[in-house]
């Protein structure tokens, strides 16, 4: 058996899943199993992947591993933002050529056509899916200019935006903060652990066929046996004639792609409820969703739901190679975001941050996703470049219509990429990523 060399580690608890009620548990696979297709992951690449295999495969024997908890994952520690433009993390701003610029946009777009499907059919509460648009905010000259940049590219495509100004900005977050605003009203905002976890219940219950979903069951080991993978859990051996590995980061893990993913960090924290005085004092409308002109900013929400009216904040990188950070770290990190609440909101002085968390990105040196066919029967779904929330959605779908040899947009775009590119020893990669992820940090200044 090939062994698979580290498992996944989720530091600090999402806001997004403990708002939650209790989650509903699957259970742990035990014993032999035997099934047409395996997906390992129950993220959304994973999630997507078995949602994809029901409606093409309907019906074949579907099984999903989970290493951890559904909505744990860094499926539920993100902030949400599922967007259809351009927006290249790796990239200095937001340029790209208008043709593939526009292919993109369509692809994206069909990622959140199929979460809005998916709501529908599942009967989501419209705060898992919540079409809404975003704003991307600036706070000074430079911020302004990137986003005039953006607001020209959009032209060039043809696409839909408003300019907000100052008091613009204002009505819409109660926050003096912003200087101005591109509203870009193509974003879906999504709970993310919700949709998560509404989708793993709409697969294992709301299916003629429904999926065999289990937690708690890392894959640990595989190999090829015959025509199937053999897929060793700690208590159950899983026989499938297809596997579908939806992993981001820990593709490499299982031996794939060594050298060629990035690992990055980024961490979060989670207000607790406004209260009505609160709400008073801040005004705005009560769900909105910043990006910051500077990709490397922080990015800032106000979310009504299952936990009342909250705010989250995003910000800081780290890149570690480990697939792991500390708790410390995560503590640390939550007083860089109540730093920028305080600067936002200096209204709500009050109000304390309830959950912090940190959560693994994958990224390739290159942009490109590590996907295909890697061994016959045995297809990836991963490294989503830090925007898996539609990336991750269209790796998913791209790898079971790979799969089940349907010709599709989404598995040309995929299949038409470069490999990951190489990335140098360990130890110059990360003093190299360190280096520039806190050079663009400082230039981002005003944004965090
Ligand atoms: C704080 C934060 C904010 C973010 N904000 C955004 C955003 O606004 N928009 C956006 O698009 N993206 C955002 N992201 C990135 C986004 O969360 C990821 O790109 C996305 O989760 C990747 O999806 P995935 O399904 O490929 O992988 P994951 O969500 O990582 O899912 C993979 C799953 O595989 C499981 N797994 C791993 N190894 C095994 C194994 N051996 N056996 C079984 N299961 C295994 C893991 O437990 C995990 O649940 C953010 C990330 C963070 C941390």
Redesign the pocket.
Known sequence: MRQ?SK??R?TGITGWNAVLGVAPAYPAAEGDITADWLV???????LSAAKRLTELRGGDSIVL????RIGE???G???????DLPHELSGDGYSGSADGDRLQISLNRHAQGFAKAAAVEYEMPSEAVDPIGRVNGAVNASGEAHNRAYADQLDLLGEAYRRLDADEMKELTGSEFYSSGLFLPGAVMLQ?ALYVRELAVGLTTKQTHPVSLYEN????GYDRQGDSWLVTTPRARIAAKRVIM???G?AQ??GFFRQRLMHV????SMSEPLNAAQQGRLGGMPAWGITPADPMGS?VRRHRGEGGSRIVI?NRWTYDPSMEVSEGRVASFRRDHERAFRRRFPMLDDVAMTHS??????LSRNSVPAFGELEPGFFS??C?N???????TL??IGAVELATRSNSPIVQDLQSCDAPQLLPPTPIARLGATIVLKWREWKAGAEI
């Open positions: 698979i498992l996944p989720d390992i992951g129950g993220g959304f690449a994973g591993l989970e290493a951890g994952g860094p499926a520690r993100n902030s949400g933002f599922m967007i993310p069951s890392p894959a640990t939806a992993v981001n820990h893990s299982f960090f980024t961490y979060a990015t995003r968390w940190g959560g693994r990105l994958c779904a991963c989503q830090g925007l898996g929330t539609a990336k991750g790796s998913g």
